[in-house]
């Protein structure tokens, strides 16, 4: 998914340059984080604000990404769960199901 | 009131304890799957009587992850078993097990409130502490299929995470 992101972005510029009118946005992503075995993979991301964070749960088992206080996305088992990062910051958020699993994300302004 | 639950709770202990030694000869993995399907079940069961007992948010959630939880892995055990074309065998620590739980059952179902809370949750501590020594000293030790092997490995972090969440709950309530 990055990598295909990356690749059309030159192309992209390339286009645009010659097009003072259009303004370009700062790029949105999506960041994947895998959940195998009861482990977010990679346990800690960055991000910028406006980006996606993607949780693609492997596990036959039911998480979740929980903010203490905050957002959460709920991951049924085998299934995917995606939020948009509001707000910079530096947030620890774990699975309430499963509290040892932990991750960390750091968003950008 | 402490004095006899505590009492009773070191007695299963022991038994299950002695069981699990007895078993240490070299369970094969028809009966390392039967136990441990039998374990999961036994704390879907318990997990059952606190969804119908307790008043408590945290304790009922708790439950509810706990049936969720045992429900998926067991599942899995079965489709594996099934894959391996492997009949899972009873065997003496399988009947300790399902024995003790019995006996915790009905001890639990005299509790109402606060009490029974305190109790199923403190149970909930002691009962995966003691399948997860099972797990890492002799189930995990001694499974011959790798499958089974690796199931046994996820199964254990899992229940590490529900012993820690317990015991959390458990702080909780004090
Ligand atoms: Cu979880």
């Known amino acids: ?15 645009l340059l010659g097009t003072a009118a259009i303004a370009v946005p700062a790029q949105a992503e999506t960041i994947e984080v895998t959940i195998d075995r009861l482990a977010y993979a990679p346990a800690a991301i960055e991000a910028k604000v406006g980006d ?15 903010v203490t206080g905050g957002a959460e996305v709920l ?13 910079p910051g530096s947030f620890d958020y774990i699975c309430r199901y499963h509290p040892n699993m932990k991750g960390h994300i750091t968003v950008r302004p | 009131m402490t004095i006899r639950l505590t009492t009773a709770a070191a007695a299963i202990a022991l038994l299950i304890g002695g069981n699990w030694a007895l078993a240490a000869d070299k369970p ?3 009966q390392i799957a039967h136990i441990a399907y039998t374990a999961g079940v036994i704390d879907i069961e318990a997990a059952k009587q606190a969804i119908a007992t307790s008043k408590n948010k945290a304790v009922v959630e708790f439950a509810e992850s706990m049936v969720r939880d045992h429900e998926s892995v ?5 489709d594996l078993v099934k894959k391996l074309n492997v009949t899972p065998e009873d065997n003496g620590t399988s009947k300790a097990l399902s024995q003790a739980a019995e006996t915790k059952r009905s001890e639990l179902a005299k509790l109402t409130g606060a009490d029974f809370d305190k109790a199923y949750v403190e149970n909930e501590v002691a009962y995966h502490k003691q399948v997860n020594g099972a797990l890492e000293t002799l189930l995990i030790p001694s499974a011959q299929n790798a499958e089974l092997k690796s199931l046994l490995e996820t199964g254990l972090k899992l229940f590490q ?3 820690q969440h317990a015991e959390h709950i458990a702080t909780e309530l004090k």
């Open chain 1, 75 to 87: 991951l049924p088992a085998k299934k995917s769960g995606r939020l948009r990062l509001q707000e």
């Open chain 2, 28 to 30: 094969t993995d028809p």
């Open chain 2, 74 to 78: 067991n599942k899995q055990a079965l």
């Open chain 1, 1 to 15: 998914m990055n990598a295909a992101t990356n690749a059309v972005r030159p192309a992209f510029l390339a286009l």
């Open chain 2, 161 to 163: 995470g529900h012993q």
């Open chain 1, 52 to 66: 996606e964070v993607e949780w693609i749960n492997k596990d036959a088992l039911v998480h979740t990404a929980t």
